[in-house]
C-alpha cells in the first residue's frame, strides 16, 4: 500500500476524517449489507475478463476491488485510491486476508489529482463517490482518458445502474 501524504483542501479533509471516522462500521449495512451488494452489482455489470488491468476510484474498503481482482484473476491488476487512510488500512487487511495482494494495490491519493497513462486501464469503477467531486465533468473528461479515450473524438459509453445513484464504471470495448 503506497502511503505517501496528500494535500487535501478543507471540504476533502473534512470528507476523508468522516470516512476514517466510520472505518470500523462502513462493511456493515443495516439491510444486509448494501455496500457490499452494490459492488458485487457494479463488478458483475462491467462484465471483467481474465487480464483486465483496472482501477477503482474512491476504493474505501475495497469492495469493489476484491471483486474486481477475483474477475481479472492472477494475470490482471487492480488499482484502489482514496483520500482516507482509515478505509484503505482496512481495505489492505481484507486484501490480505483474501490473499488477492498480488493483484490489487492501494494508494492515498486524491482521485481528482491522479495522473496515469492514456488507455492504462481496461475498466474504471467509481461506485458511489461522484457526488462528492469538486468539478465532475472535468474529472469524467480526465478519467475518459485512463480507458483510452480522446474525449473531443469520441464520448465513451458511461454504464450506470439506474437504481443506484452515483454507481459507475467506463470501460473501453
Same mark, same amino acid.
Given at each position: 500500500?503506497?502511503? =505517501?501524504?496528500?494535500?487535501?483542501?478543507?471540504?476533502?479533509?473534512?470528507?476523508?476524517?468522516?470516512?476514517?471516522?466510520?472505518?470500523?462500521t462502513?462493511d456493515r449495512?443495516?439491510?444486509g449489507?448494501?455496500?457490499? =451488494?452494490?459492488?458485487?452489482?457494479?463488478?458483475?455489470?462491467?462484465?471483467?475478463?481474465?487480464? =483486465?488491468?483496472?482501477?477503482?476510484?474512491?476504493?474505501?474498503?475495497?469492495?469493489?476491488?476484491?471483486?474486481?481482482?477475483?474477475?481479472?484473476?492472477?494475470?490482471?491488476?487492480?488499482?484502489?485510491?482514496?483520500?482516507?487512510?482509515?478505509?484503505?488500512q482496512?481495505?489492505?487487511?481484507?486484501?490480505n486476508?483474501?490473499?488477492?495482494?498480488? =493483484?490489487?494495490?492501494?494508494?492515498?491519493?486524491?482521485?481528482?489529482?491522479?495522473?496515469?497513462?492514456?488507455?492504462?486501464?481496461?475498466?474504471?469503477?467509481?461506485?458511489?463517490?461522484?457526488?462528492?467531486?469538486?468539478?465532475c465533468?472535468?474529472?469524467?473528461?480526465?478519467?475518459?482518458?485512463?480507458?483510452?479515450? $480522446?474525449?473531443?473524438?469520441?464520448?465513451?459509453?458511461? $454504464?450506470?445502474?439506474?437504481?443506484?445513484?452515483?454507481?459507475?464504471?467506463?470501460?473501453?470495448?
Open positions: 500500500m503506497v502511503m =505517501n501524504k496528500i494535500k487535501l483542501d478543507k471540504f476533502k479533509r473534512e470528507i476523508a476524517a468522516a470516512y476514517d471516522r466510520r472505518q470500523s462502513y449495512g443495516k439491510a449489507n448494501w455496500h457490499y =451488494n452494490l459492488a458485487c452489482r457494479l463488478v458483475e455489470c462491467a462484465d471483467l475478463q481474465r487480464g =483486465n488491468t483496472v482501477l477503482d476510484l474512491a476504493t474505501g474498503t475495497g469492495m469493489v476491488a476484491i471483486e474486481a481482482a477475483q474477475k481479472v484473476g492472477d494475470s490482471g491488476q487492480v488499482i484502489g485510491i482514496d483520500i482516507a487512510s482509515g478505509l484503505l482496512v481495505a489492505q487487511q481484507k486484501i486476508k483474501a490473499k488477492l495482494d498480488h =493483484n490489487i494495490k492501494l494508494q492515498l491519493a486524491d482521485v481528482e489529482a491522479l495522473s496515469f497513462d492514456e488507455g492504462s486501464f481496461d475498466c474504471i469503477f467509481c461506485c458511489s463517490a461522484l457526488p462528492l467531486f469538486k468539478n465533468y472535468s474529472c469524467l473528461d480526465h478519467f475518459f482518458t485512463y480507458v483510452g479515450f $480522446q474525449t473531443n473524438n469520441y464520448r465513451p459509453r458511461i $454504464q450506470a445502474d439506474s437504481q443506484f445513484f452515483g454507481r459507475y464504471y467506463w470501460r473501453w470495448d
